[in-house]
T-cell receptor, first 112, second 112 residues
Framework: GNSVTQMEGPVTLSEEAFLTINCTYT??????LFWYVQYPGEGLQLLLK?????DKGSNKGFEATYRKETTSFHLEKGSVQVSDSAVYFC???????????FGQGTRLTINP | DADVTQTPRNRITKTGKRIMLECSQT?????MYWYRQDPGLGLRLIYY???????NKGEISDGYSVSRQAQAKFSLSLESAIPNQTALYFC???????????FGEGSRLTVL
């Protein structure tokens, strides 16, 4: 089946630290990959996406590269800010499928 | 105003009561979804609809029902609420099978 596994949280970092949140997937077809972010008290919103192998999605200083050989889509940011504190979800959709498959979410807290 | 609006935002109810969560959207999308979020479990799909005459079960539909009253409205009902339905519920829309979902701000339901 199709599934997404994220590194377990919570993750706590200091401001300006380097961030990596790991995400790996299994898929029966050829997936598109996504990172969604959920700020406190809000719904999820799309952070970035990649639709084919070796594509890099980027937004708000975050980046993730679609690695087909390692079935991974790790989220990175070079210097995090307090405002990046949120829950981050990795997700995939198979071409032609109707539904996103989400990982379990990783809670990130950035301390000043 | 938000593009995807959920009501109520918070609700506390008792076991056995009937509850309806409502979702309306102004994005003009055909596809609408209801998800449930529990800590450590990510988002799980309850029901989805691709147009007014189309209703599909998700992975955890037992104990829930839905109604697509119009393109813009999609309601989730709990016929007889039980405590393990205590969760945060999200409505989402999308224009197609792109994987980009637009979420409401969530409805927090507590069943005592």
């Amino acid at each position: 089946g199709n599934s997404v596994t994220q590194m377990e949280g919570p993750v706590t970092l200091s401001e300006e630290a380097f961030l990596t949140i790991n995400c790996t997937y299994t898929a029966t077809g050829y997936p598109s990959l996504f990172w969604y972010v959920q700020y406190p008290g809000e719904g999820l919103q799309l952070l970035l996406k990649a639709t084919k192998a070796d594509d890099k999605g980027s937004n708000k200083g975050f980046e993730a590269t679609y690695r087909k050989e390692t079935t991974s889509f790790h989220l990175e940011k070079g210097s995090v800010q307090v405002s990046d504190s949120a829950v981050y979800f990795c997700a995939l959709i198979i071409q032609g499928a109707q539904k996103l498959v989400f990982g379990q979410g990783t809670r990130l807290t950035i301390n000043p | 105003d938000a593009d995807v609006t959920q009501t109520p935002r918070n609700r506390i109810t008792k076991t056995g009561k009937r509850i309806m969560l409502e979702c309306s959207q102004t994005k003009g999308h055909d596809r609408m979804y209801w998800y449930r979020q529990d800590p450590g479990l990510g988002l799980r799909l309850i029901y989805y609809s691709f147009d007014v005459k189309d209703i599909n079960k998700g992975e955890i539909s037992d104990g829930y029902s839905v109604s697509r009253q119009a393109q813009a409205k999609f309601s989730l009902s709990l016929e007889s609420a039980i405590p393990n339905q205590t969760a945060l519920y999200f409505c989402a829309t999308t224009p197609g099978a792109t994987g980009e979902l637009f979420f409401g701000e969530g409805s927090r339901l507590t069943v005592l």
